[in-house]
């Protein structure tokens, strides 16, 4: 059954993939309308919801090996969706295992420190998601579009020298791989809107005054340089997805078919980390069958010893399916 979802869920992500090594052109390899086959949002409802299914229970054994942290990190241009997205992918998780950042224009102590500073701050512990909502590719990108922010930065005259981008690029693999070789899988998706759709979604802003809020002025300043910004992503694009930390480019010009593929290469991720709970060894066994017995012991008059494993015997009896489950003699629940 997992085998089928997780041979499933490869097969729909991979368009979205960004192949190690290749050359991006935005504009001419990814198509922001797609919607893989998917005809009707009622379908893609459902598809959702069996995804945030799919993270629910993997988040939780996550957590409970507490070995492997994972890292999403979500890019876009204004109107995409991020927060939506954030919303409703992770809308079954138990927000314990799960920290959200959003990064802003950095501010004067974190323009002290080196560019990747702030965000290692907010890395992710083993057994957590952490996500953030814009990121150090924020570096390569609006950095780059505008470089009165590379001033700011103030980097001796040394580090600026040569191609500072490819630079970048590289250091950034590198962080990357250094966090992978170290228990911290990193899911990067770009989610990819057309203008025409961000022209849209901004009209919405201003027309409904319970969104006025999401609207600011730099917006439209920012949307002049929607090319700009189309151009750097597709470089970074092309020289940041590595086989350690691939990109995947999300169809956003339809908010629920990006849900479904957020989810679903959040879900491939976790479904080959694979993680298991903790396995209970035969000292441990023991060692709970010996409180187990204490507990027995002082039930007042009257009272069932074990309420609860009369409990899974009569379930056990009943044949309701969750017979595997019952450590009926072995007791090693909980
Ligand atoms: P928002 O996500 O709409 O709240 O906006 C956050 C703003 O912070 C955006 O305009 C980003 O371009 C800006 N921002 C995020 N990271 C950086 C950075 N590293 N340098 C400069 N500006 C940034
Ligand atoms: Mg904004």
Redesign the pocket.
Known sequence: MADDAQHRIAEFIEPFRVEPGSKVKLGRDFDPAFKAGVKKKRKGRKLLAEGVKILAEYQERLAAQDTWGVLLVLQAL?AAGKDGTIRHVMSGVNPQGVSVH?????SAEELDHDFLWRYAKRLPARGEIGIFN?SYY??TL??RVHPE?LDRQRLPRAAKKGDIWNRRYREINDWERYLTDNGFRIVKLFLNLSKEEQRRRFLRRIDLPDHNWKFSA?DVR?RECFDDYRKAMSETLSHTSTEWAPWYVIPADRKWFMRIGAAAVLAHTLMEIDPRFPAVSDERRQQLQEVKGGLEAEAPDGAAPDPFEAELRRKAGNGDGRAKDVPVAGGAAG
Request: avoid cysteine; proline fraction near 7%.
């Open positions: 204004d959003g990064f802003k224009v950095p814009r924020e570096e609006v950095v922010n730099a920012e």
